[in-house]
């Protein structure tokens, strides 16, 4: 088959979520398929990545055509990213567009897309998000619609956590995307989610839309240790997210006020790593006042980080999809402590993979019983790494994808 794969974000490096994502379904598609890319490239993203941008841009590009038949790369965020997030979201205030169209909205790049489709027959294109639609909807080939959350969801779940300053906007902001998603979802050939409960909250956007769900999952030749968990040798808590992430942000928020006091209480001083680019004010307040609280920022390789933890702390309480953070932790046989809602969509279960807590007091507690009881811990770190293998390995994601695919295809009789 013949793909173009539109994305709003170049997949390379492979570090964080949607990356991670997107980057390990691409590779995996381009071993049984001819696969097209045309791509955004945000430079105020790469420089999170790389010392410079041409170092970035260099290393992006040939990484990602070294995989892919071709790519195209277009250009955005040359102003800075606070300029930018302003100027795009005073026009989306005023405009039926959601801000993520206006942001993804470049002529060059609708451009290089018709250029492609014009000079080659595809037999379906990946549209990596919703917000891409607009510039493929005239296109007359079959669209597979990735869905990396349902972002209509996710807004209307940040209106009650925001501001009142900002919570009107944000409630606009989620009225203008579910009309989004009502016009386009049923009319393309297939949408991609990550879990059964995204499913379910698509199917009540539309119940003619057709799903299909190819789970988040893990690279396991990268994502492993390089020792068997031993309790004698590892110490410490540990959390990995960018701190840009409002989810991350959250959490890292309610550790620093509610959940490490309590944890004080109940275990004597612990080393706490958080790994992961941003700020989060509160978090930085903890960190001058307790010298065992280290802000290590963003790392080029967590692996390390998490291998040499005792215990991996999930407290995210928000957000959609599934956390890829969680599948991470276990295929590195990390011993997990998370609040449920980072857990959903991953088939764990409380006690054999996972200790799942969802107050201040049940982290800390449950911190202290890992703590305590390093068999518990062993146990954990061992059936974290069976479960990743049964179940959320790409060489098993893979084939389902592509099924997925021919099935769309076919049932739309291309």
Same mark, same amino acid.
């Not at 839309?209 to 789970?215: D, K, M, W, Y």
């Not at 068997?228 to 309790?231: A, H, L, V």
């Given at each position: 088959m013949n793909i173009l794969w539109v994305s709003h974000f170049s997949p390379y490096p492979p570090k964080g979520g949607a990356y991670q994502r997107s980057y390990n379904m691409i590779r995996g598609l381009a071993k049984t398929c001819s696969v097209d890319l045309v791509t955004l490239i945000s430079r105020p993203v790469v420089m999170g990545f790389y010392s410079s941008y041409s170092e970035g841009y260099a290393d992006i590009t040939s990484s990602l055509r070294g995989i892919v038949d071709s790519a195209e790369f277009?250009?955005?965020?040359?102003?800075?990213? %606070? *300029?930018?997030?302003? +100027?795009?979201?005073?026009?989306?205030?005023?405009?039926?567009?959601?801000?993520?169209?206006?942001?993804?909205?470049?002529?060059?790049f609708a451009k290089s897309i018709n250029a492609k489709v014009s000079e080659k027959k595809y037999d379906a294109i990946y549209v990596d998000t919703?917000?891409?639609?607009?510039?493929?909807?005239?296109?007359?080939?079959?669209?597979? %619609? *990735?869905?990396?959350? +349902?972002?209509?969801?996710m807004l209307r779940l940040r209106v009650k956590s925001s501001l009142k300053l900002i919570a009107p906007y944000l409630y606009w902001e989620a009225l203008k995307m579910k009309l989004l998603e009502k016009k386009y979802i049923s009319k393309v050939s297939i949408n991609l989610t990550c879990s059964k409960i995204d499913s379910e909250k698509l199917s009540k956007v539309s119940d003619s839309?057709?799903?299909?769900?190819?789970?988040?999952?893990?690279?396991?030749?990268?994502?492993?240790?390089?020792e068997?968990?031993?309790?004698k040798i590892v110490e410490g808590l540990i959390f990995v997210g960018g701190l840009g992430w409002y989810p991350n942000a959250d959490a890292m928020k309610w550790f620093s006020s509610e959940i490490y006091p309590v944890i004080e209480t109940v275990v004597s001083e612990v080393n706490v790593n958080i790994v992961g680019r941003g700020q989060v004010a509160e978090l930085n307040k903890l960190a001058k006042k307790k010298p065992n609280v280290k802000l290590h920022g963003f790392v080029d390789d967590v692996r390390a980080y998490i291998e040499k933890s005792a215990i991996y702390i999930c407290p995210i309480r928000d957000g959609g999809g599934t956390k890829l953070k969680i599948l991470d932790a276990l295929a590195m046989g990390a011993p997990l402590v998370a609040h449920s809602k980072s857990c959903e969509g991953i088939d764990v279960v409380d006690g054999k993979h996972v200790l799942m807590a969802d107050t201040p007091s049940d982290f800390a507690n449950k911190v202290k019983k890992l703590i305590d009881n390093p068999i518990l811990r062993q146990h954990l770190s061992e059936n974290g790494i069976k479960l990743i293998e049964e179940k959320y390995s790409y060489h098993k994601i893979d084939k389902l994808f592509y099924q997925s695919i021919k099935k769309a295809i076919g049932e739309k009789n291309y």
């Open positions: 277009v250009e955005i965020g040359k102003n800075s990213r %606070l *300029n930018s997030k302003l +100027i795009n979201a005073a026009k989306s205030l005023f405009s039926l567009r959601t801000y993520d169209e206006i942001l993804y909205s470049s002529l060059r919703i917000s891409l639609m607009p510039l493929v909807a005239k296109v007359q080939v079959p669209i597979i %619609l *990735n869905h990396h959350n +349902i972002e209509s969801d839309a057709v799903i299909a769900e190819i789970p988040n999952g893990v690279d396991t030749s990268y994502f492993k240790r390089i068997k968990y031993d309790s």
